[in-house]
């Protein structure tokens, strides 16, 4: 081993390794630290051709690798649990090409996503990909974890974004299709195969991303609504009257206002009597699209699909309705300890889904008090309970896998996913056994034996054992 | 054989297939006849199970299988050039979902797309693919094709509306991903490996599709440009004023117009002065969009880079306008024999790609006049050379692969591909062969190997051998 991490070592030079565990210990763990892991070696490659060389190494030795972009995944899929060799992307920082006539930039898979929205900003157009960590998350892992985020109703995942990429494969091969085009029919879309792999497949070095026009306005409303099914028939209904430019259909239960106005400073409720649910929504585009949202919540008003609305009038106001949608994980953090799934379902199953699921858990735990919200638009929902007041956190805690699975398992009857944006990594690979099918699973098997077959490449994560 | 035959025959019934020449033929050849096979038996299987039952025989006999939708293929993958079994999915056409609110259909393989965008009409509801053959192209087909057409400026290729797939493997088992979901990462998105692979890797029975709004307002203008820089100019322009909502981008050489003037009965020119270069564009969406693509027209004749501009200013006369682009190929068939190429470049490199590749073409074959048009706003064009006048045809079309591969080299040093929506199939297999890297042809075979290793699906397709 210790003749590999010479050869290795000797790749990257002085300043592309690390073995002090101090420097390590960063990389090990991930913010919420509910994974630990460990790894005697660092490394930080500054190019594509000393990744290949690592992994040509690697593969000869079948010595294990843990590709790492910023480190801020939710499922553990960037730590090494099994002292594997931690590979670094972050010195491939360079943004190798960005043109506005082709709308489309290349970067590294160590650019951080917002250096490269600031590229794309700089020749007036938009990377779409926005989420809360994108001051430290990486291209790289963005694209292996296909990360969602906000944008994701308008503009799709992360998949949607990739133009080409280029990959190093397990035996250390550069698989090169970096290419800007729109249209290009020459054979499987090898590209596919890494998206959403977590690194299992494949570490990719850079992508060819494309880039959208900016909007040039913006309308933001916060309704009331009586019931999910509401919810729902406004979404069809302002899709409708804006020719699909909603950019954000966000959901909340009453439950879940309350949280905010009980824990955040400054929130208020924006109408003067209680509603059941809530949406915070937002159209942008063309001049024209804010009379066009408006015409469809005065439409939704008149048929009773919206109780009441509030147009945010500036950009101050806007600011305050987002925070009522923003500020729920904080608030909820406040209240106390929650059971908590990132889940989708089809947008037409999502009232039935949420009143089964409910009644699933109340049967079952019956201080668990129910605070879904999230991304109706897309259908995903992080579908959380909230601990009772005087009840022992720890006994509550307890139950985080039997409740999962009761959510899980409704979930799965619904059509819908038991990880809508999060991934598998090492905490949903039991879900994946569970409600994958055979033929899935064995599908994902076949393709890691044909592209990794000695298993060097993030061993034991994504796919079951 | 006869006993795989008869056991075959014995799983679809006597409706369920054909050994009839006759009955046969017209699945022998396509629309060009440029291709002709042969089958000793045709299949028309009813269901999935079926089709299952099919192939779990097919593995263990060895026997090759072509699986066959509307028969529109451009590039002979849906040809049976070596006696193998024929599989229509033609008998596999019901909708088996439609959704308003989930914005999206289930349709079975063997759905006519004409019959699939009425079903999503009735909801009110966009299904975004269209083309020339959409009468008689069938879902399967068009995904395993990954199929482009006229929408893909503003929706994608078949790829972006594919939410879920079922599809039968090579040894019969069912995969089933026919879900719905906007958001689902869980594992590898193993349907991405079944679009655009020809039927090479397993058989597409059914597929979710995503719906998107129906435009309200839409304007189209004929512009004469001074040059391609100028006409990709134009394209950003306009993507910038109307935020994205450009639904076509269609460039023309004079010498193209010319050709319409002089076969298309009624064709008129816009302009009084002849100009270099067309482009055909429009723009739909929320009301607001005509007025946005107007004034990024405005400013394009300001700034020089638009000559001059006509809008339509009714549906008649956007159809004349539509006609001069529609009508190219039917004009250049009517003045005599061309070279042909669909090819795909960056946007950016368009211009420096004609020129170079016209002046190389010329170096070649004087007499060969080029009449370049196509999708400029996705970088494809149907880059044509029509022969001159007085020239033998025979000794014209003599110089097809070698005016080709003079082509191909040139759009792939400029980052282009050889095939931007026709595919492979047994057409251009020697071009992905010369075209494509070690690694990727390497990676396609593996892939191969790895779903189909006894070689049963649609051999001798797309994979050099």
């Not at 390794?17 to 990389?27: C, M, Q, V, Y």
């Not at 649990?81 to 043109?99: A, G, P, T």
């Not at 005065?298 to 600011?319: F, H, K, T």
């Not at 098997?445 to 990794?452: E, I, N, P, V």
Request: with cysteine; proline share 5%; charged share 20%.
């Amino acid at each position: 081993m210790s003749d590999l991490f010479e050869q290795l070592k000797a790749i990257v030079g002085p300043k592309g390794f690390s073995t002090d565990p101090a420097e390590i210990a960063p990389h090990l763990t991930e913010w919420r630290s509910k994974y630990e892991g460990s790894s005697p070696l660092l490394l930080k490659p500054a190019s594509t051709q000393e990744v290949s060389a690592i992994l040509a190494l690697c593969h000869k030795a079948g010595a294990a690798v843990v590709p790492q972009g910023g480190n801020t995944g939710l499922v553990g899929a960037q730590i090494p649990f099994h002292n594997e060799i931690l590979l670094s992307l972050s010195r491939m920082n360079q943004i190798r090409s960005l043109d506005k006539h082709d709308a489309s930039l290349i970067a590294e898979a160590g650019v951080v996503l917002s250096t490269a929205q600031s590229h794309a900003d700089e020749v007036g157009l938009l990377l779409a990909p926005s989420l809360a960590s994108e001051g430290s998350a990486m291209i790289g892992g963005l694209i292996s974890s296909n990360a969602g985020g906000v944008n994701v109703l308008r503009y799709g995942m992360m998949r949607e974004q990739v133009l080409g990429l280029e990959v190093v494969l397990a035996n250390g091969h550069v698989l090169n299709t970096l290419r800007t085009l729109r249209k290009d029919n020459t054979g499987y879309d090898l590209k596919q195969l890494f998206i959403g792999a977590e690194g299992t497949l494949g570490i990719i070095t850079a992508a060819a991303l494309r880039l959208v026009p900016k909007p040039s306005e913006r309308a933001t409303a916060f309704v009331a609504v009586p019931d999910v099914n509401a919810a729902t028939a406004l979404l069809a209904r302002l899709q409708e009257s804006t020719n699909g430019l909603l950019n954000a259909f966000e959901v909340l239960a009453r439950s879940g206002l309350e949280l905010v106005l009980a824990h955040i400073a400054g929130a208020k409720d924006p109408f003067a009597a209680p509603a059941p649910w809530y949406v915070l929504c937002e159209a942008s585009g063309i001049k024209g699209v804010s009379e066009a949202f408006l015409s469809g919540l005065e439409s939704a008003l008149e048929d009773g699909i919206a109780a009441d609305v509030v147009i945010a009038s500036s950009e101050a106001q806007r600011e305050s309705l987002w925070r009522l949608r923003e500020t729920m994980s904080e608030a909820q953090k406040l209240e106390g300890p929650s059971l908590k799934h990132d889940i989708s379902v089809p947008v037409s199953a999502a009232a039935r889904f949420i009143e089964t699921a409910i009644a699933a858990v109340a049967a079952r735990l019956p201080e668990a008090r129910p605070v879904p919200f999230g991304h109706l638009g897309d259908g995903n929902l992080h579908f959380n309970f909230q601990m009772a007041k005087g009840t022992d956190p720890k006994h509550y805690l307890a139950h985080w896998d039997e409740i999962q699975q009761i959510v899980h398992d409704i979930v799965h009857e619904f059509g819908g996913s038991f990880s809508a944006e999060h991934g598998v990594g090492i905490m949903k690979r039991d879900a994946l056994a569970r409600y994958k099918t055979v033929q899935e699973v064995e599908l994902m098997r076949t393709l890691k034996r044909a592209l990794d077959p000695k298993s060097i490449l993030n061993p034991g994560k994504l796919i079951p054992d």
